[in-house]
């Protein structure tokens, strides 16, 4: 990607710092202030600095800070990486998954027991306002005029570019905000410096994103309606996929469902993606090559013809390496058995890592029944899968213990990742293959177009369209290497979503739609319980960070 090779301390990094310290006063940006540099210097190469304090924004995505350092104070610098915030909230109480290290921070946080002071709480709040807040000083620099590109038609188009893109990635940013904590502050370009952003509403945020989305959507496509974005880069594509999310849980957060403008801009993205790979879908021919080191191929603007990851996050040896996305998916969860173990896993020879693993992630046994397997747990014909640890290496099923003392006896791996290079055949690829490191090189998809194909069969079902529900949905089903659907209900439709896109950070979201989260549904552990019982009523939303409610008044969520 070649904007990471221009990385400084950006303006909208130092500008952000300000803003969002007002707003919490728990965090610790780099303290160097770029725009002391003054303006005059960013005339002298407006193109060169649009492009670095743009790369400055994606970087946040990416990694936790600037050099290493992390951009949120009190928090582990891994954890507080913007995929790790999110499947910390979406995931890890959740059947498909559990963090099992019980430190002070974590402990009781994989049972669904959250208080308002619990740091996860304040660093994953913290992660996303970050983002948030680098978005609209990004816009707000180029509005204020720093860059002098008025009457210059180049410098004003690729300004208008990189304002969308930052809107774009505003969204998804606010996605796991309103998704998580409900009525959260609105912050936009038009935000001040150190001034506070309202606490809205959870419906009149929504309204605010989706039409901004919408806009975004419309100007793309009024340039080039098959317009698809750089490698790295957000467009067209992630803005429509994101109002797809954003509409498909409309009910949840504003009462009333918007299932037609869910399938409308689901199609849209469909019908521009599809045509080679799967069956024509536009899915990749093998499962895994969603997850593998050559993943960068198969996103938008990738190497090869098929574009099934529409946003990722990337991650590349040496230049942009961090401990999330593909490295913590896949170190998270394994191990290194040593001859005393009961368990066996060579991560070396398994997956190429470089690392002798975390030990930090099992999944919850009713996750894994939801896959078919043989009587004792040791093969499934479901690709998705393959590479597992099961039953197979003298892993155990059953969770007896959620923690690290008991890795291997308590809850198989659904490792989904792999440092190998996969080829066109799904094979792996030893001469692409990079070599070993404890940091992974791995991209992460954040969306993919098999999400939006079982979201448009959600809402197709909801809208009875039962037959393009159940073709989407078949595309996904098939692909795995599992018999076709005669047909597809709404229950067997968020078993295949689980299926297909456990620790894509969507769990959480898709229990609570399907009203499965608080009750009429348990798994090990849940609630604290070794069998499960229901979380308290209030949980549907995660505490307010309760120092942002106390230094800003803002209203704290039911129950907390």
Not at 347 to 366: D, F, H, M, T
Request: hydrophobic residues 40%; contains cysteine.
């Amino acid at each position: 990607m070649k904007i990471f090779n221009k990385l400084f301390l950006s303006a909208a990094v130092v500008a952000s710092s300000l803003t969002f310290g007002s707003c919490t006063g728990d965090m610790d940006l780099l303290p160097t202030d770029p725009k002391s540099q003054t303006a005059d210097k960013f005339k002298n190469d407006p193109a060169g600095y649009m492009q670095a304090l743009i790369a400055d924004v994606y970087l946040q995505y990416a990694t936790y800070g600037v050099n290493g350092n992390a951009a949120v104070k009190n928090f582990d610098g891994g954890m507080s990486t913007f995929q790790r915030s999110a499947w910390l909230l979406e995931e890890a109480m959740s059947d498909e998954a559990s963090w099992i290290p019980n430190d002070a921070d974590y402990g009781l946080f994989q049972y669904g027991i959250i208080p308002a002071d619990n740091t996860v709480v304040m660093g994953t709040y913290s992660r996303f306002f970050i983002n948030i807040a680098l978005c609209n000083q990004f816009i707000q620099t180029v509005n204020d005029g720093f860059f002098n590109i008025e009457g210059n038609p180049e410098l004003e188009s690729m300004a208008a570019e990189f304002i969308r893109q930052a809107k774009v990635l505003r969204a998804g940013a606010y996605w796991y905000a309103i998704d998580c904590f409900g009525d959260v502050p609105y912050l936009d370009e038009n935000t001040e410096m150190g001034q506070v952003g309202p606490q809205l509403g959870r419906e009149e945020l929504f309204n605010r994103l989706t039409a901004g989305l919408e806009e975004v959507v419309a100007e793309y496509k009024a340039i080039d309606p098959n317009q698809k974005a750089k490698y790295g880069y957000v467009g067209l594509d992630v803005a429509e996929s994101l109002l797809v999310k954003y509409y498909l849980n409309a009910e949840v957060y504003t009462g009333k469902a918007q299932w037609a403008k869910c399938l409308e801009h689901a199609n849209a993205v469909i019908n521009r993606l599809k045509g080679p790979g799967f069956q024509g879908s536009g899915l990749c021919n093998y499962y895994h090559q969603n997850f593998a080191y050559s993943n960068k191929q198969m996103s938008i603007g990738g190497a090869n013809a098929v574009n099934e990851i529409i946003w990722t996050i990337p991650q590349d040896q040496p230049n942009l390496l961090s401990y999330a996305n593909g490295t913590f998916l896949l170190n998270g969860l394994i191990g290194t058995s040593v001859d005393s173990d009961t368990w066996r896993l060579n991560p070396l020879e398994r997956y190429n890592a470089g690392a002798s693993g975390w030990k930090c992630i099992v999944a919850r046994r009713q996750f894994v029944e939801k896959f078919e397997w043989n009587s004792n747990f040791t093969y499934s014909p479901d690709q998705r899968t393959a590479l597992w640890c099961t039953a197979a290496d003298g892993f155990g099923i059953d969770c007896t213990v959620l923690d690290q003392e008991h890795y291997g006896n308590n809850g198989f791996l659904p490792v989904k990742f792999t440092n190998y290079a996969l080829d066109e055949n799904g094979e792996i690829d030893r001469e692409n293959s990079p070599a070993p490191t404890d940091q992974l090189g791995i991209d992460c998809p954040m969306i993919r177009l098999a999400e939006i194909y079982l979201s448009a069969a959600e809402a197709a079902l909801h809208e009875g369209q039962n037959d393009i529900a159940l073709t989407y949905t078949n595309y996904v089903r098939e692909r795995a290497g599992m018999p076709a659907y005669d047909v597809i209900t709404l229950q067997e439709l968020e078993n295949e979503r689980c299926r297909e896109l456990y620790y894509e950070s969507v769990r959480r979201s898709d229990l609570i739609r399907y009203g499965k989260w608080i009750s009429g549904y348990t798994w090990q552990w849940k609630g604290n319980v070794a069998s499960g019982v229901d979380f308290d009523s209030n949980f549907n939303l995660f505490p307010l960070p309760a120092s942002v409610c106390a230094r800003n008044g803002y209203h704290q969520n039911p129950g907390y």
